[in-house]
């Protein structure tokens, strides 16, 4: 057993959908947000007496990409087997899980943070059903069960008690959200992915409990950070921590018991009779390592190392696929560092601002590579690019013919910009008066008035210069 020595521990089991069109054990179309409840199941979804599952080859690809991944053990052989339990989500009274011999098991993902995070096991099973409460999971008096979801492929990552904050268990489902994106195994719109999280503290001798179902990256942090204040209160107030399975209410932000904590053993595993045993043979992984991407981590050492861009910048870059991607077409052509500052910073801002994904807009590479080369070249300033990739976001257009006929070329010509600066120094007595007494900051007030001349079209050092350089005269 593992000797725990921090002041928190947290081991998370991580349930995430993969994005195959069928289930994993029959034909039925996976059910979309519009469908009517129970319109998109079947005898298998349904353990009807007769019925028999056959696996779904494509789930069974995208589990191993994933171990993959995260550098597992993979097991030389795929064994399913029957989780017992009797509750209204799993109308068979068992879930098609695996229990004696995982896929994949050993592998690990490392924190944004370098700190490495071990990985117990990896292992594919069927989802069930789901459950509405229509006054919550406390209060209703009675439940829905919605068949839609039944049978939909899981893959189920269960990470070692490596956490030792509610931050770094966020930052896992962050780095693993980043790996399934790269992988395209996983919907990031309408998957769905939830985890378990095992946590105890020093105070209670470590005694574990675990909290059910959370969704979203916040609501991890928020509900780890809710049951260590919980749990070291009680043992303030000098009531004993029992192990136990909780749930958590997103709504009240709050943990609340649910039962006592059950072992794997409870559950009385039994080989799945019904799915025959499968061959992962190495012929098949190294098929299946030839379509692997290259991944967010080798991406952030090849930007640093071919581009030479900082750190920090690269990893923000490769936490999104299509960003990273995006960056490797414009950094073909314009200065990498150029391109890291301007996607990293200014698209990210306007994306952000405009509360978009890169995907749901329609520029694209070509016109980053437009945009950026007008600044490169000194064509247009950096205040007019930000004004016209703001535009870029909301429609594309042709940015070269933009800027012609809206005349936002920069303001090189030296003497152009000096009777600019003549203008504003004489129309600004005062600000230049304060400057002279040590008021440093009157001469952007200058620079300003001359920049609000040129309608951003001059570069605000070369004003800066020319003001200064009037003024001392």
């Not at 009517?36 to 979804?45: A, M």
């Not at 005694?207 to 959370?214: F, M, P, S, V």
């Amino acid at each position: 057993m593992k000797k725990f020595t921090g002041d928190i521990v947290i081991g998370l089991e991580i349930h995430c959908e993969t994005d195959t069109k069928t289930k994993l054990f029959c034909s039925c179309q996976k059910a979309k947000k519009d469908d009517l409840p129970n319109s998109r199941c079947c005898p298998i979804c349904l353990g009807h007496p007769g019925s028999k599952p056959v696996l779904n080859k494509k789930a069974v690809e995208f589990a191993l990409k994933l171990c993959l991944a995260l550098n597992c053990e993979i097991s030389p052989e795929l064994i399913f087997s029957r989780k017992s339990y009797f509750y209204p989500d799993m109308s068979k009274n068992y879930q098609i899980s695996q229990y004696e011999i995982p896929l994949g098991k050993g592998g690990s993902l490392k924190l944004r943070n370098g700190k490495e995070i071990g990985i117990i096991r990896v292992h594919m099973e069927e989802d069930p059903a789901s459950l509405i409460h229509p006054a919550g999971l406390k209060e209703s008096q009675y439940v829905l069960v919605d068949y839609n979801r039944s049978g939909n492929p899981l893959v189920e990552i269960v990470t070692e008690p490596d956490l030792a904050s509610p931050e770094e268990a966020r930052d896992f489902m962050k780095q693993l959200i980043t790996v399934l994106n790269y992988l395209e195994i996983f919907d990031i719109n309408a998957g769905i992915i939830k985890a378990d999280a095992n946590i105890s503290i020093k105070e209670s001798e470590y005694t574990r409990i675990e909290i059910k179902n959370i969704t979203g990256f916040k609501e991890i942090e928020r509900a780890l950070v809710y049951e260590v204040n919980r749990q070291k209160d009680e043992i303030k107030h000098g009531k004993m921590i029992h192990a136990e399975t909780r749930a958590w209410d997103s709504e009240k932000g709050i943990t609340f018991s649910l039962r006592k904590k059950e072992t794997e053993e409870d559950y009385g595993y039994i080989i799945d009779t019904d799915l025959t045993i499968v061959d992962i043979t190495d012929k098949w992984i190294k098929e299946i390592k030839k379509e692997m991407p290259e991944l967010a981590q080798d991406k952030v050492k090849k930007f640093v190392q071919k581009h030479k861009i900082k750190k920090e910048d690269a990893e923000i870059l490769a936490a999104e696929k299509e960003l990273a991607e995006m960056f490797e077409k414009v950094a073909a052509e314009i200065n990498p560092i150029l391109a890291a500052k301007w996607l990293r910073r200014e698209l990210v801002r306007v994306l952000n601002y405009n509360k978009k994904e890169l995907h749901e807009v329609e520029i694209d590479e070509k016109h980053i590579i437009d945009l950026l080369k007008l600044v490169e070249n000194k064509r247009i300033t950096d205040n007019v690019a930000s004004k016209i990739l703001e535009k870029l976001i909301e429609k594309p257009f042709d940015i070269k013919e933009y800027v012609k006929k809206e005349k936002l070329e920069a303001v090189s010509d030296i003497s152009e910009l000096e009777k600019y600066c003549k203008e504003a120094i004489k129309e600004n007595p005062k600000a230049i008066e304060d400057y002279k007494k040590g008021e440093k900051k009157a001469l952007n007030f200058i620079v300003g008035s001359v920049m609000k001349k040129t309608k951003g079209k001059a570069t605000p050092r070369e004003v800066n210069e020319i003001v200064l350089r009037m003024i001392k005269d």
